[in-house]
Each structure stands twice: as C-alpha cells, then as structure tokens.
C-alpha cells in the first residue's frame, strides 16, 4: 500500500464521503479522523491513515497527541485481530507478544537490506521462515488483505503494508539504541523514523551527512585541482551530537543543543571522529598515539603534539581536508560561484558580528548552500585536516591535495560569529595552533564515498 500524497482538501473530501457532509451524528467523529490524519506531516502517510481510521475511532476516550501513538494504537489493532483468529485459547495467551516481536524484527531486518543498498523493503518467504519459527508464527495464518500490516506479492516476498509501519519499529529502536539512531540519521530516507523517534522524546540533535559528486574546481582562486567524492556532514558537530558522543559538553555558549560545539582543539575533533566511528561500527580513521611527540609539529609554543596518522583504507569519520571543505561550501558540481556559501548576500547563509547577537546559533537556521549543506559561512570557524601553507604547489598533487607535511597550524575555515563578514567568504583561509580550542572553534565531519 504505497500510494499517493494527500493534502488537507483531499482529506476533507475523503471524511464528507465517508461520515456525511452534514450527519451531525458524526461531526465527532470526522473532526477526530481529520485530526488523525493531519497528525502526520508526511503526505504519502495520509491515505494509509485514513484506511485505518475507524478502528483509530473505536476507543472515543483516546487522543492522539503525536504521530508515533496513531501507528501504536493500528498496531495493537492489528494484532488483537491476528489473536482472534486463533482458535486455541492457550496459544492466543503468547501469540501478541510474540507476533510484536516478530514484527520488530522483521522491520530491522528489512532496514539493515536497506541501509546496504536494497530499497525493496521485501523479504523472500524462505529468508523470512526462520525468523517465524523462532517466534512460533505461521505466515499461512495471517490475513493479509485488507488492514493487515503486513502483506506479500506475486513473487512470494513480504514486507510491511506500508513502509512507515517499518519507520515506526525503526524509531522505538532508535529511542533504545543511540548508536543506532546515529545510524538512521546519518542517512535520508528514512525520514517518518525521524519523526517518530522525536516525538518518543529521543535524543534530539541535527545530524546526517551529504554525499558531495567530486570534480575539478579552483581551489583558493588560484589553483587548478580535483577532488574524488566524499560525504560531508550537512551541519557543523552539534552540543547536542558531541555530548551523545563524548559523554560532556566543552562549550562556552552551553544550554543551545543544536548550536555548535565549540571549545574543540584539532586534536579533540580527531578523538571525536575516531569515537563517532566506534559507535557506529566503522573502522576508526585515525590512530592517535598521546605518547609519542609528533614530528611535523613545528609549533614552539605547543604543549600538546600528540602523534596523528592516518589510515586511508579506514570507513570512519574524518576531518574533511581543506581542499574538500572548500569544494563543498562552494556547492561542488552545483557551484553558482557565489562569495559566501549558498548566496551573495551574507545575511541569508551566514552567522557573523553583524547579526549574530554576539553568540553561536542554532545550526540550519539559514538556508543551505547549492548542495543542502548549512553553516558553512559563520557560525563557527571549522577545523580542517590540513597543515597550514602557502600552497605553492611544489610537489604538491593536484589530485585531492593535503597541503604541507608539517606545519605549526592547522587549518580553519569558515569565519565565525564574531568576526566580519570578509571572514566568511568561502575562499578565505586562515589557521591556528593544533591545540587551542576557544569559544568561536567548531568543526564538521567527512568521510569516504563509496563506502
């Protein structure tokens, strides 16, 4: 049952046909189902609501104040109905709890084929057996036209009669398993679990990442370069995604999940890409070793030169070097040559001294670049891989350059909320010593593609 998208005047439509345009018997009724359907935002969602609505109309006494509890409450229904049709009176006893289960897993299963490439959300009916057996059900048994939630094709392959019934499961394991939510929300597609898991009072923080096509560009202005394609996150790291990561908050400006993180040294952004990694299965792309003083540190003042090298082969999280951040916050293939980015007009994309309010703010609160990414001009100034040079290409790759081999700063770019807007520009550059961390240094994340 994937059908099309209905706004509010189809809805209208649809309730006049079914309870009466003027059955004041049903008035009730017909405001609860309208309130029902327009719980979700989604539209795709809305006929699939409505064909469940009268058994959402059974309990008059229920309300339904989000999302999440209309899918709840079709669910149970579903499954009081399933019980019923089970003669033996002992079996009924276990057979909800285990058909539920049955049901999660199912879900899980079906998103795991997806987030590997498989957008199906079907499962053939032998790969589906074993998980039936462990749960003592009988897929001969279900009644799977009408109402049911789950439902089969020609070729035998059974998959859920909507795909937001899958989306549901998915956000009640979010809620229970950060580390899975990070997953989910590193993604699109998967927008309705989203929803759902925020209105279940999950963890709330702005995540996902960008995947960026690669090409050739003028990095700085002046050099001829290309980069291959790479994944950047749509947002600067969040207080919110840090303190989930990290188990603490280091900023000045605290009590704002959604603004940036800041107070990072280069060096606490590396231990959070390897940790971030960690969490969410990859293979870390950097080994930090704290014992050993890193050569190619050149900074005299530094206390800290931890030794930092990387693994290439590795699918982790990783700065992004200073030639893809400036690729991506030009709109990469998308690129319309602005000078801030997203727009000509600093104000529409940028958070700076100008409009700031002399504090970091709320990421995405400006519109987005060519390619859907936010804040790259202001907010925070974001750290980059790269030592700090002068680029003059003397043996250097025009093939996703990485600067110098050693330096006494690393890279920032960005500008931030207290600088002027000249800051901003997406070809302005700028570095600092590896380990200072204060209250206008942020970062966002990168890795590989394909993965």
Same mark, same amino acid.
């Given at each position: 049952?994937?059908?099309?998208?209905?706004?509010?005047?189809?809805?209208?439509?649809?309730?006049?046909?079914?309870?009466?345009?003027?059955?004041?018997?049903?008035?009730?009724?017909?405001?609860?189902?309208?309130?029902?359907?327009?719980?979700?935002?989604?539209?795709?969602?809305?006929?699939?609501?409505?064909?469940?609505?009268?058994?959402?109309?059974?309990?008059?006494k229920k309300e339904y104040k989000y999302s999440y509890q209309v899918y709840a409450s079709m669910i149970e229904k579903w499954i009081e109905r399933e019980v019923e049709r089970i003669a033996d009176k002992e079996k009924q006893a276990t057979f909800s709890k285990e058909l539920l289960r049955f049901s999660e897993t199912f879900a899980l299963e079906l998103y795991q084929q997806w987030n590997k490439g498989n957008d199906k959300l079907e499962m053939p009916r032998e790969q589906l057996l074993p998980l039936a057996e462990k749960h003592q059900i009988e897929l001969s048994d279900f009644e799977i036209t009408g109402r049911s939630l789950l439902t089969r094709n020609t070729a035998k392959e059974?998959?859920?009669?909507? %795909?937001? @019934?899958?989306?549901?499961? *998915?956000?009640? $394991?979010?809620?229970?398993?950060?580390?899975?939510?990070?997953?989910?929300? !590193?993604?699109?597609?998967?927008?309705?679990?989203?929803?759902?898991?925020?209105?279940?009072?999950? %963890?709330? @923080?702005?995540?996902?990442? *960008?995947?960026? $096509?690669?090409?050739?560009?003028?990095?700085?202005?002046?050099?001829?370069? !290309?980069?291959?394609?790479?994944?950047i996150s749509k947002y600067p790291v969040t207080q919110a995604l840090w303190e989930g990561?990290?188990?603490?908050?280091?900023?000045?400006?605290?009590?704002?999940?959604?603004?940036?993180?800041?107070?990072?040294?280069?060096?606490?952004?590396v231990v959070f890409c390897n940790k971030l990694s960690?969490?969410?299965?990859?293979?870390?792309?950097?080994?930090?070793?704290?014992?050993?003083?890193?050569?190619?540190n050149l900074n005299k003042?530094?206390?800290?030169?931890?030794?930092?090298?990387?693994?290439?082969?590795?699918?982790?999280?990783?700065?992004?070097?200073?030639a893809e951040w400036e690729y991506a916050a030009k709109g990469g293939i998308k690129s319309k040559g602005y000078t801030y980015a997203g727009s000509n007009n600093p104000d529409e994309v940028a958070w700076y001294n100008k409009n700031s309010k002399r504090k970091t703010q709320p990421v995405g609160g400006l519109q987005p670049n060519e390619l859907g990414i936010y804040d790259m001009s202001g907010n925070v100034r974001e750290w980059c891989w790269d030592w700090y040079s002068d680029y003059n290409y003397v043996g250097v790759s025009n093939l996703n350059p990485i600067g110098s081999e050693k330096g006494s700063s690393r890279v920032v770019r960005g500008g931030s909320w207290n600088l002027d807007v000249n800051f901003c520009r997406v070809a302005y550059r700028d570095r600092l010593y590896p380990d200072n961390g204060d209250y206008v240094r942020g970062f966002r994340i990168s890795r590989a593609y394909p993965l």
């Open positions: 049952m994937y059908v099309s998208p209905f706004d509010d005047t189809d809805i209208k439509k649809y309730l006049n046909k079914k309870f009466g345009r003027l059955a004041i018997w049903n008035k009730h009724k017909k405001k609860k189902a309208k309130k029902i359907v327009q719980s979700s935002p989604h539209l795709m969602v809305r006929p699939m609501l409505l064909s469940y609505v009268e058994d959402l109309l059974e309990d008059e059974w998959k859920f009669a909507h %795909k937001s @019934f899958l989306e549901y499961f *998915v956000a009640k $394991q979010m809620k229970a398993d950060f580390k899975f939510a990070l997953q989910v929300m !590193e993604n699109q597609g998967m927008e309705q679990a989203e929803t759902f898991y925020k209105e279940m009072g999950g %963890k709330k @923080f702005k995540w996902g990442m *960008v995947k960026v $096509q690669g090409g050739n560009f003028q990095f700085l202005d002046k050099h001829e370069v !290309e980069v291959n394609d790479f994944m990561v990290m188990g603490n908050n280091p900023s000045s400006i605290k009590n704002c999940p959604d603004c940036p993180v800041e107070q990072v040294t280069w060096y606490d952004a960690e969490l969410t299965g990859l293979t870390p792309y950097y080994t930090v070793d704290k014992t050993q003083t890193d050569s190619n003042e530094g206390a800290k030169k931890w030794l930092v090298t990387t693994n290439t082969n590795a699918n982790g999280y990783r700065l992004p070097t200073e």
